[in-house]
C-alpha cells in the first residue's frame, strides 16, 4: 500500500534541527512571498526572519528555496531564499529559458525589492552561476559573492551523476517510488531528510501520480538546460547538446565584490583547474573545501556551511 502523504512546507524545521544538532526553541519566522520580474512572471521566495535580510540564498537547478532550511536555521539570521523562475514555487517561463543570465536579471528584481542591503549573496551550482551573474550586471546588490560547488568551468562530464538523476523518469506512481530513486541516487543522505526534500521538490497529480515541481520542459536548440537540472545556452538533451558555461568566466572576472568558493571535498564539479582559473580571474577570491561534502553541500554539511557564510559575511 502506498503511503498517504501530507504536506505543509513550514512543519518540518524541527526535523532539519533535530538532524544537525541545531537548538530547537520553537518554529522559525517563515513566510512565503513573491516578486514580479519580467514578461508577467512571478518569483517565489522565503523570507526568514523578520529584520532586514542580511543574506540571499539561491538554490542550484532542479531544486528549491527549502534547500537551505536546515543552513538558515543553522545561521539563525534574517535572510532570503529564492525559488529561481521554473523551480519550487516560481512562475514558469515560456520561452523556458532558465540559463544564469535570465536569471539573473530575475534576481536583480528580487534582491532589489526583498533585501537590497543583504551582506552577501549565496548561490548553488545553477544559481552560483546566476548570482555570478548578478553581481557582474547589478554590483550594487551584491556586496559579497558566494559560490557553491561551482564554477563556470563546469561541464556534462564533471555533473554527469546530477544529470542523469534530474533526466530521470518524469512521472512516478506513487510518492514511494519518486522517494525509492532519490535514496537509491544519494545513498549517503537520511532517508528523513531526503523525504523532506522530495516533498518540497515534488507534487502530486490528480491522478495519483507524482512529478517535480520545476520545469523539465527544454526549448529547442539554444535552450536552458543545467549542470544540475537546468543549463544555460546549451542545446537540449537528447539532441546532441553539451553543457558549455565557459563564456561566463567573463562575467565573473567582472565581479567587484569580494568572492567565498565553498567546494565539496567528495563532488566532481569543480576540480583543480576550476579553482585556478577562478583565482587567475580573481586573484582575492577565497577556497574552501568542505570535507564530507558531495555538490549539495547545503545538504551534507549545512551546519559547516553555514560558520562559513557567517564568517565571510562579518568579514
Not at 497529480?205 to 507524482?210: A, K, N, Q
Not at 542545446?235 to 565557459?246: E, H, V
Amino acid at each position: 500500500m502506498a503511503e498517504m502523504v501530507s504536506y505543509d512546507e513550514f512543519s518540518f524545521f524541527h526535523e532539519n534541527a533535530e538532524e544537525f544538532g541545531i537548538p530547537w526553541d520553537g518554529p522559525p519566522t517563515v513566510r512565503r512571498t513573491a516578486v514580479p520580474v519580467a514578461d508577467d512572471q512571478r518569483v517565489s521566495a522565503l523570507v526568514w526572519g523578520d529584520g532586514d535580510p542580511e543574506l540571499v540564498l539561491v538554490h542550484g537547478g532542479a531544486q528549491n528555496a527549502h534547500t537551505w532550511d536546515t543552513v538558515a536555521l543553522a545561521l539563525d539570521r534574517p535572510l532570503v531564499a529564492v525559488d529561481l523562475p521554473g523551480h519550487g514555487h516560481s512562475d514558469w517561463r515560456e520561452d523556458r529559458r532558465y540559463g544564469p543570465v535570465e536569471n539573473g536579471e530575475a534576481l536583480a528584481t528580487v534582491v532589489e525589492q526583498l533585501a537590497p542591503n543583504a551582506a552577501a549573496v549565496v548561490g548553488m551550482s545553477l544559481g552560483g552561476l546566476s548570482a555570478a551573474v548578478l553581481a557582474a550586471r547589478h554590483p550594487e546588490l551584491v556586496r559579497k559573492l558566494v559560490l557553491v560547488d561551482v564554477t563556470p568551468g563546469v561541464d556534462h562530464g564533471k555533473a554527469k551523476a546530477v544529470i542523469d538523476f534530474v533526466r530521470g523518469p518524469e512521472w512516478f506512481a506513487d510518492f514511494d517510488e519518486i522517494l525509492g530513486r532519490t535514496i537509491e541516487h544519494n545513498p549517503t543522505r537520511s532517508e528523513s531528510s531526503l523525504r523532506r526534500g522530495v516533498l518540497h521538490n515534488a507534487m502530486e497529480l490528480p491522478d495519483g501520480r507524482w512529478t517535480w515541481r520545476y520545469d523539465r520542459r527544454f526549448a529547442e536548440g539554444d535552450a536552458a538546460s543545467t549542470a544540475d537540472g537546468a543549463a544555460a545556452h546549451a542545446t537540449a538533451p537528447g539532441a546532441g547538446g553539451s553543457i558549455d558555461f565557459a563564456g561566463l568566466w567573463d562575467e565573473l572576472a567582472r565581479v567587484e565584490a569580494p568572492i567565498l568558493l565553498c567546494r565539496g571535498s567528495l563532488s566532481p564539479v569543480v576540480d583543480d583547474a576550476d579553482v585556478e582559473e577562478l583565482l587567475r580571474r580573481q586573484p582575492s577570491a577565497r577556497v574552501e573545501v568542505v570535507e564530507g561534502a558531495g555538490h549539495s553541500i547545503q545538504g551534507d554539511q549545512p551546519v559547516e556551511l553555514a560558520r562559513l557564510l557567517n564568517e565571510f559575511a562579518a568579514s
